[in-house]
């Protein structure tokens, strides 16, 4: 016996895959939302973790900034206290500077030169005086030059002829010169030349041409 199907078989089939591609469907699209919800929350937890990183940063580097400045400023005060240390140190060794000057001037002056004038600024020394010869003149700035360590650079400024009245009758031709010398500071001396010994010089130096 032949039995025959006379009913929408081939629609039933139809229908049934449809509704199975539209389950897969929507369960495809429930998947890739879960999917992607999951990665969405998982750089939302990274992004945040990245936000507390940069300010914890941000509040250290302001702090180290804070303390740059703290250091700079205590910088700055030891730049100050370290200047008026070498200022107190300066005056300190100042002191003796006029001594040093008038002893070095006794021990380099070759006979026959007088100085008449001798004015000072810081470390700047002017001189002014006589001399018998020019050749005496020479020998003071090699002297200065060479062996003093308390002066040093000395610069012939003017020589003029000139004399000089020792009795009425009695003149003698000299040479009044101008010399500036630099006196140098207890801590650039070096090696101190023992002064050379008279105080007749000093008394010489500042006593009128008398030879």
Same mark, same amino acid.
């Given at each position: 016996?032949?039995?025959?199907?006379?009913?929408?078989?081939?629609?039933?089939?139809?229908? #049934?895959?449809?509704?199975?591609?539209?389950?897969?469907?929507?369960?495809?699209?429930?998947?890739?939302?879960?999917?992607?919800?999951?990665?969405?929350?998982?750089?939302?937890?990274?992004?945040?973790?990245?936000?507390?990183?940069?300010?914890?940063?941000?509040?250290?580097?302001?702090?180290?900034?804070?303390?740059?400045?703290?250091?700079?400023? /205590?910088?700055?005060?030891?730049?100050?206290? #370290?200047?008026?240390?070498?200022?107190?140190?300066?005056?300190?060794?100042?002191?003796?500077?006029?001594?040093? /000057?008038?002893?070095?001037?006794?021990?380099?002056?070759?006979?026959?030169?007088?100085?008449?004038?001798?004015?000072?600024?810081?470390?700047?020394?002017?001189?002014?005086?006589?001399?018998?010869?020019?050749? #005496?003149?020479?020998? /003071?700035?090699?002297?200065?030059?060479?062996?003093?360590?308390?002066?040093?650079?000395?610069?012939?400024?003017?020589?003029?002829?000139?004399?000089?009245?020792?009795?009425?009758?009695?003149?003698?031709?000299?040479?009044?010169?101008?010399?500036?010398?630099?006196?140098?500071?207890?801590?650039?001396?070096?090696?101190?030349?023992?002064?050379?010994?008279?105080?007749?010089?000093?008394?010489?130096?500042?006593?009128?041409?008398?030879?």
């Amino acid at each position: 016996m032949i039995l025959i199907n006379l009913l929408p078989h081939r629609e039933a089939a139809r229908k #049934r895959r449809k509704d199975v591609f539209n389950v897969g469907l929507m369960m495809s699209v429930l998947a890739g939302g879960l999917l992607a919800g999951c990665i969405y929350l998982w750089f939302h937890a990274q992004i945040s973790d990245q936000q507390d990183k940069n300010q914890i940063l941000s509040s250290e580097i302001a702090q180290f900034d804070r303390q740059i400045k703290d250091i700079a400023g /205590l910088e700055a005060e030891i730049a100050a206290l #370290r200047a008026r240390q070498q200022a107190v140190e300066d005056l300190q060794a100042d002191r003796n500077m006029p001594v040093h /000057l008038l002893t070095e001037l006794v021990g380099q002056l070759p006979e026959g030169v007088y100085i008449t004038s001798m004015r000072q600024e810081g470390q700047s020394v002017a001189l002014q005086g006589v001399s018998q010869s020019n050749e #005496r003149v020479s020998e /003071l700035l090699r002297n200065l030059s060479t062996k003093s360590a308390w002066l040093n650079r000395p610069e012939l400024i003017e020589i003029v002829a000139g004399s000089v009245s020792l009795t009425p009758r009695d003149q003698r031709r000299v040479a009044n010169f101008k010399i500036n010398v630099k006196l140098v500071r207890a801590g650039e001396a070096g090696n101190v030349v023992p002064p050379v010994s008279a105080a007749g010089k000093l008394a010489a130096a500042s006593s009128p041409l008398a030879k």
